[in-house]
C-alpha cells in the first residue's frame, strides 16, 4: 500500500471518511429523535426556550467535536468510540498501530 507523506494511506483515508461520516450519521439521528421528544411536549414558551438552549448547546458540541484534521483523527476517533458513537469494527483496515493508539486513548 502507499504510504501518504501524513502518515495515513489511501485506503486508510478512505476508511477514516467512512466512519467518520457513520458516527456523524449516528449521533444526527439520535439528535434528531431527541428534538422530535421534546418538541412534543412543548406546552409554554418557557419549554420552546429550553428546547432552542438543548440544541444550542448540542450544535455546539457536534460542531467541536467532529475534526476531520487527518492530525486530529485518532483522538476523534477514540473519542466518538467512548461516547458510543463508533465502533473499533468501524475502523477496520487501518493500521495495527493506529488501532491500537485509538484503543489506548479510548481508556484515558
Same mark, same amino acid.
Given at each position: 500500500?502507499?504510504?501518504? $507523506?501524513?502518515?495515513?494511506?489511501?485506503?486508510?483515508?478512505?476508511?477514516?471518511?467512512?466512519?467518520?461520516?457513520? +458516527?456523524?450519521?449516528?449521533?444526527?439521528?439520535? %439528535?434528531?429523535?431527541?428534538?422530535?421528544?421534546?418538541? &412534543?411536549?412543548?406546552?409554554?414558551?418557557?419549554? %420552546?426556550?429550553? %428546547?432552542?438552549?438543548?440544541? $444550542?448547546?448540542?450544535?455546539? #458540541?457536534?460542531?467541536?467535536? @467532529?475534526? @476531520?484534521?487527518? &492530525?486530529?483523527?485518532?483522538?476523534?476517533?477514540?473519542?466518538?468510540?467512548?461516547?458510543?458513537?463508533? @465502533?473499533?469494527? #468501524?475502523?477496520?483496515?487501518? &493500521?495495527?498501530?493506529?488501532?491500537?493508539?485509538? $484503543? +489506548?486513548?479510548?481508556?484515558?
Amino acid at each position: 500500500m502507499m504510504q501518504l $507523506s501524513n502518515g495515513w494511506t489511501k485506503t486508510e483515508q478512505q476508511i477514516a471518511q467512512k466512519a467518520f461520516k457513520k +458516527a456523524h450519521q449516528r449521533e444526527i439521528n439520535h %439528535l434528531i429523535q431527541q428534538v422530535r421528544d421534546n418538541a &412534543s411536549e412543548i406546552a409554554e414558551l418557557e419549554d %420552546l426556550w429550553r %428546547l432552542h438552549d438543548f440544541l $444550542s448547546a448540542r450544535r455546539h #458540541d457536534i460542531d467541536g467535536k @467532529y475534526d @476531520y484534521r487527518e &492530525s486530529m483523527l485518532l483522538f476523534v476517533f477514540a473519542q466518538l468510540i467512548q461516547q458510543g458513537w463508533l @465502533y473499533l469494527d #468501524d475502523l477496520e483496515g487501518l &493500521s495495527k498501530d493506529k488501532l491500537t493508539k485509538i $484503543s +489506548a486513548l479510548t481508556r484515558m
